[in-house]
């Protein structure tokens, strides 16, 4: 055997230079969507409560944020998350979400993967059965149930913050598609959801639309945001602001699924998993529509195949809107960990997207 083949055996570990960042993570999916969860080499964040810290972050780390979510290290459709303190004792932990464009309010997949790692990690005393985490995000409070059987997480249920409607059946033009209904509402963030039922559009939610998909997703999006007056949070000014268009149709598979969700959000993210928010919104949707009630539940997949339960677990007065508590249930999955290194010489240390 060659000299340079058995250095290539025995000489494994890299060590990077001193004046380089090294940032460790922990990588999962949720149904296909991916969660980079940063653990260790962030630079500390200042604040007293989760949106402070998410707004310290993006005052003073947002290239740290592009350098993991952007290429090489991520790509366009790439995210991830940060652990914060929560907002009182009474919390476990608090989390900012990362993603292409920014930092979202929401973020279920992420939920179910944290809840997820934190028992695989035992970040938290891990018993048999139900394992509860209250879990502050921007939205505010999400409670989660990690399912523990034979000391392995085997699903993941939580509770959404308080979800509403704010308009069924909109009408808005959008260049290309003309006019397009949506109804409007929030799960931890706001959608526009859109029927393809009540739009005759010649793409499908498949991925061979993918492209199509995007661009659509995107134009809607803007569309909605220069017309609708109404995406306000009746609390939280951080949080009045459209998070993304979801496109909603018959289930591609069998029997045991209810129907599918496509969700466009960010700068053009394609959501692979059937979207925690998005879900609580739907449950919003059909309750307002009197198409679910408390006790029943509907079953959505998404672009991937992948499947959330959604259901119903309390209604309240909520500001102008009589809100919904949903539940969403997934699984996820841990994929790698990982040590990134940002070389200070390195021109594009801080990402790039092609698309």
Known sequence: MNKTYQNILHKTQFEPNKDWLQI?????????????????????????????????????????RTSLMFEPRGHADMYGCILVPPNDDEGDFGILFLHNEGYSTMCGHAIIAISTLAIEMKWVDVKEGDNILKIDAPCGRITSFAHVKSEKVTGVRFHCVPSFVTGLDRKVEVPGLGNVTYDLAYGG???????MAKNNFDFQLNTESYNDLIKYGMDIKRAVMAS?????????????????????????????VDSRNVCIFAEGEVDRCPTGSGVSGRMAIHKARKEIDFGESMTIESITGSVFKGSLISEEDYGPYKAVIPQVEGTAHITGMHTFVIDPKDPMKNGFILR
């Open 228 to 256: 609708d007056v109404s995406i306000h949070h009746p609390e939280e000014g951080d949080l009045s602001f459209l998070y993304g268009t979801i496109f909603i149709d018959n289930t591609q598979q069998a029997l045991g």
């Open 189 to 195: 963030a706001f959608y526009a959801f859109v029927d």
């Open 24 to 64: 460790k993570t922990i990588d999962l999916h949720t149904g296909g969507e991916p969660l980079r969860v940063i653990i260790d080499g962030f630079p500390e964040l200042k604040g007293n409560s989760v949106l402070e810290y998410r707004q310290y972050c993006k005052d003073n780390f947002d290239f740290l």
